[in-house]
């Protein structure tokens, strides 16, 4: 940005504060009980460091090293004069998640999430990817070709979460047009305009605003696309509820959903609850989802040998029949489970959670630290009113919890004796890993999601060799859209091309 465009920016931003200032908003109060922490000198007076962090492309590093400059809780200066604390400690942030309270309607998408998976929705998707695939390979003269892998994962990922999650067919897969993919696409080519790096700054100071980001206009029409699919999807599961339409039992989560919200049952969903959990599951399974699965085939592809092993495991299990069940999925291909942790583990779609603390709190550490007063203490209070954030990815990538390996690719890691760190056995969330959160706001996908990637990757790296397209040093960096996508380095767009082949 040109220094004059800074300037008016810091003016812009300065005058807005102090309009909300004066309209009563609290946001300069240092909130008066929370323990005084170590943490990063301000770096701008109006911006305090969230300008310097938004800017980075990976701000997990940096979060590291300030975690071992300072302490594993500590400080960040914000937007006029607000500060977020990190934690970085295991027992911290096993209290911050347990202490969450629960959501009722959560309660019911959590069992309708965790009922029966059917592992076969998933099936069917990777095995329409598979035909595509045959058929560009089939029109290519040497046997290879280069795809869009990132591109394809999308559409795995927006019909599963259409069929497992509502029986709706989005279609993407045999290539029609979904308004909803579309917008979802276009967060990945737009480049940030001026009003929303505005906007972006102005959101990390006032929550309220968080829904503008990446696009006002883009956000409201995946809004109207969602709740206008939303209402289609109640209308039919309803008429399938009351026999109009014949055919087998809604098994799909909103199906289970529309049964809760009839008027005998005691949940009482109403037709908007059942339509926001919806947008919930359209957004909580979709991007998730298609980045684990880009990020899986990226890491396969840059060391052969991970995908040779996992090849071997895949046609030895093959070869006594046909597509692994559910259990089998989950029990009976460890190797397969291990890749799908360790792509979870360095790579968490959310890098993060935020939240501001309802009550006054006391926050237990493993190990005691030094506030900036230099006192030692081992619990930290908070203040209600106080900003506090887990950084997901810094945390699963700590070379102090995950050992001096912890920034590589290593599936290994999951399957030998000690290979896990004693440090990282302290992180409670499911396998150690902070990935899906922990406690009651956890990922209510989860199984979802683990049944998805594994059914996806046994079909494709079965049938399918990948290698990065310019080779092995590909460089990468992220792009953004809803949430941090990888890219080959200067190329426009959210692209992951990669070169691939039949197996013999
Ligand atoms: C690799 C894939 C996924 C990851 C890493 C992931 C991660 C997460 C995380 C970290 C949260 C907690 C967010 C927070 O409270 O701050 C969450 C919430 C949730 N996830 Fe997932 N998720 C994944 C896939 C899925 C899928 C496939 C579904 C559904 C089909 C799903 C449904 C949900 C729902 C319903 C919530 C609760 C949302 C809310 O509290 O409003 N997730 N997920
Ligand atoms: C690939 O992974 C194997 C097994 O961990 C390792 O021995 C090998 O050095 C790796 N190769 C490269 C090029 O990183
Ligand atoms: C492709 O994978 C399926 C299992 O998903 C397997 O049955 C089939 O034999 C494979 N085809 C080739 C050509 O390897
Ligand atoms: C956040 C975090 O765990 N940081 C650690 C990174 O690794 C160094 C070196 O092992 C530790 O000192 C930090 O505490």
Known sequence: MAPIQQTFFEVIILLAGLWLLSKGVRILRRPAKTTRLKGPESKSLVFGNSRFLSSQQDVAPVLEEWAERYEAMFRIPEVLGRTTIILCD??????FYSKETY?????????????????????????????????????????????????????????????????HDFGTLRGECSTIAEIFDSFGKLKPTVLQILLLVLST???????????????????????????????????????????????SIIGLLVKAASDDSELHMSEDEVIAQMKVLILAGYE???????????????????????????????SKGGDPTYDQLTNDLPYLDAVVHEVLRLHAPLWQTNRVAAEDDIIPLSVPIQT??????????????????????????????WGADAKEFKPQRWLEEGGIQEKAVEIRGYRHLLTFVDGPRTCLGKGFALTEFKATLSVLVRNY????????????????????????????????????????
């Open 90 to 95: 295991p027992k911290a942030i096993q209290h």
């Open 103 to 167: 959501v009722y309607v959560h309660d019911a998408l959590g069992k309708a999430l965790t009922a029966d998976i059917l592992a076969s929705v998933f099936f069917d998707s990777a095995y329409m990817v598979k035909e595509a695939w045959d058929s560009i390979l089939d029109s290519s003269e040497n046997g290879e070709a280069v795809i869009d892998v990132q591109d394809w994962m999308n559409h795995v990922a927006l019909d599963s979460v259409g069929i497992g999650g509502f029986s």
């Open 205 to 251: 100071a006032f929550p309220v605003l968080t829904h503008l980001r990446p696009s006002k206009s883009l956000v409201r029409k995946f809004k109207l696309a969602a709740e206008e699919i939303s209402m289609e999807l109640l209308q039919k599961a309803r008429k399938e509820k009351e026999g109009i339409v014949e055919g087998k039992e809604d098994h």
């Open 288 to 318: 998730t989802i298609s980045i684990s699965l880009t990020w899986a085939l990226i890491e396969l592809s840059k060391n052969q040998s991970f995908q040779t092993t996992l090849r071997e495991e895949l046609v030895a299990h093959y």
């Open 372 to 401: 900036a007063d230099d006192k030692t203490v081992d619990r930290v209070s908070i203040a209600a009113g106080q900003a506090i954030t887990v950084p997901i990815r810094t945390v699963n990538r700590s070379i102090s919890i």
């Open 465 to 504: 060799t990948f290698e990065l397209r310019d080779g092995p040093d590909t460089e990468f960096e992220m792009g953004k859209t809803i949430l941090p996508r990888p890219k080959v380095s200067g190329e426009d767009g959210c692209r992951m091309p990669l070169r691939i082949r039949r197996v013999d």
